[in-house]
C-alpha cells in the first residue's frame, strides 16, 4: 500500500528541518533502505508569521495555517502536521475549515508522557507556548500534571529560542540555562519536561537534561510516520 502524502506546514526554518529529516531518516526502517513517504513542505515568512503572534493576533496566524494547508492539500497531501508548538494556540480557529486533517503536536506528546509513565511534566518553549493551554489542556485531557517555568524563566528561554535557537546560533550558555530551569523543576516534582519548540531539542536531549526529555519535533515526526504508514508503523 502506497504511504499517504505528509504535509508540513512549516513556521521556523530550523525546528521544520529537524522535523522534515527525522521523517526521511525514520522511514526506511518501515519502507526499506532509502524509503519514505511523500512529503511537501509549506513556509511562509517567519517573519509575517511573527508580526502576528507580537500582536497578539491568533486568529490572522490562524489565517496563515489554513493557506499553507490549503496548499499542501492542492499538490496531493493526506494529512498536515505543523513542526512549531507556539502557533498550534491558532489551530482551533481554522481546523473545522481545513481541507485536511491535522496532527496536534502536543497530543503526540501527551500520549507518550502517558505511555511512559510519567505524572507531571514541565513545559518549556517560547513564553506564548508556555502560557498558553496548548499543552495543558492535552496533559489534563490523559490525567497528567504539570508544571511551567517561572516568569523570569519564560523570558530569558524565549530570548535564547528567538535570538538564538531559530537562526541557528547554539551557545554553552544557552544549555546551561535551560539545564537549571529544568533542573529546577525537577526538584519541584517533574519527572519529565517537554521540549517544546521544535528547536530545543538542538541543544537539549536526554544526555544533558537533569530530566527525561519529550522531543516534541521528533515525536510529530513519528506521528507523522505512524499515520502515513500505519500498518508497519504499528508492527515496527
Same mark, same amino acid.
Given at each position: 500500500?502506497?504511504?499517504?502524502?505528509?504535509?508540513?506546514?512549516?513556521?521556523?526554518?530550523?525546528?521544520?528541518?529537524?522535523?522534515?529529516?527525522?521523517?526521511?531518516?525514520?522511514?526506511?526502517?518501515?519502507?526499506?533502505?532509502?524509503?519514505?513517504?511523500?512529503?511537501?513542505?509549506?513556509?511562509?515568512?517567519?517573519?509575517?508569521?511573527?508580526?502576528?503572534?507580537?500582536?497578539?493576533?491568533?486568529?490572522?496566524?490562524?489565517?496563515?495555517?489554513?493557506?499553507?494547508?490549503?496548499?499542501?492539500?492542492?499538490? /496531493?497531501? @493526506?494529512? +498536515?502536521?505543523?513542526?512549531?508548538?507556539? %502557533?498550534?494556540?491558532?489551530?482551533?480557529?481554522?481546523? *473545522?475549515?481545513? &481541507?485536511?486533517?491535522?496532527?496536534?503536536?502536543?497530543?503526540?506528546?501527551?500520549?507518550?508522557?502517558?505511555?511512559?509513565?510519567?505524572?507531571?511534566?514541565?513545559?518549556?518553549?517560547?513564553?506564548?507556548?508556555?502560557?498558553?493551554?496548548?499543552?495543558?489542556?492535552?496533559?489534563?485531557?490523559?490525567?497528567?500534571?504539570?508544571?511551567?517555568?517561572?516568569?523570569?524563566?519564560?523570558?530569558?528561554?524565549?530570548?535564547?529560542?528567538?535570538?538564538?535557537?531559530?537562526?541557528?546560533?547554539?551557545?554553552?550558555?544557552?544549555?546551561?540555562?535551560?539545564?537549571?530551569?529544568?533542573?529546577?523543576?525537577?526538584?519541584? /516534582?517533574? @519527572?519529565? +519536561?517537554?521540549?517544546?519548540?521544535?528547536? %530545543?531539542?538542538?541543544?537539549?536531549?536526554?544526555?544533558? *537534561?537533569?530530566? &527525561?526529555?519529550?522531543?516534541?519535533?521528533?515525536?510529530?515526526?513519528?506521528?507523522?510516520?505512524?499515520?502515513?504508514?500505519?500498518?508497519?508503523?504499528?508492527?515496527?
Amino acid at each position: 500500500m502506497t504511504p499517504l502524502h505528509i504535509g508540513i506546514a512549516a513556521c521556523s526554518a530550523e525546528g521544520a528541518a529537524l522535523c522534515y529529516r527525522t521523517i526521511c531518516t525514520e522511514a526506511p526502517a518501515l519502507l526499506g533502505a532509502h524509503g519514505h513517504p511523500e512529503v511537501t513542505m509549506h513556509t511562509p515568512s517567519f517573519g509575517e508569521y511573527m508580526e502576528h503572534i507580537y500582536r497578539g493576533d491568533w486568529q490572522s496566524v490562524g489565517t496563515m495555517m489554513l493557506a499553507s494547508a490549503e496548499k499542501l492539500a492542492r499538490i /496531493g497531501a @493526506d494529512f +498536515v502536521i505543523c513542526p512549531d508548538n507556539t %502557533i498550534h494556540q491558532a489551530l482551533p480557529f481554522i481546523e *473545522s475549515r481545513s &481541507p485536511v486533517p491535522w496532527l496536534h503536536i502536543a497530543a503526540g506528546v501527551a500520549d507518550e508522557a502517558k505511555a511512559r509513565g510519567f505524572q507531571r511534566v514541565a513545559i518549556t518553549g517560547t513564553k506564548w507556548l508556555t502560557e498558553s493551554e496548548v499543552y495543558p489542556q492535552k496533559l489534563a485531557d490523559r490525567s497528567l500534571g504539570y508544571m511551567r517555568p517561572e516568569p523570569a524563566e519564560r523570558e530569558e528561554i524565549n530570548r535564547i529560542i528567538m535570538d538564538e535557537l531559530v537562526r541557528g546560533i547554539f551557545k554553552p550558555e544557552g544549555v546551561a540555562y535551560f539545564q537549571k530551569v529544568i533542573g529546577r523543576l525537577k526538584t519541584e /516534582g517533574c @519527572d519529565a +519536561v517537554v521540549l517544546g519548540c521544535t528547536e %530545543i531539542p538542538l541543544i537539549v536531549n536526554d544526555a544533558n *537534561s537533569p530530566l &527525561p526529555t519529550l522531543d516534541s519535533t521528533r515525536l510529530l515526526a513519528r506521528a507523522a510516520l505512524k499515520r502515513a504508514i500505519p500498518g508497519r508503523a504499528q508492527a515496527a
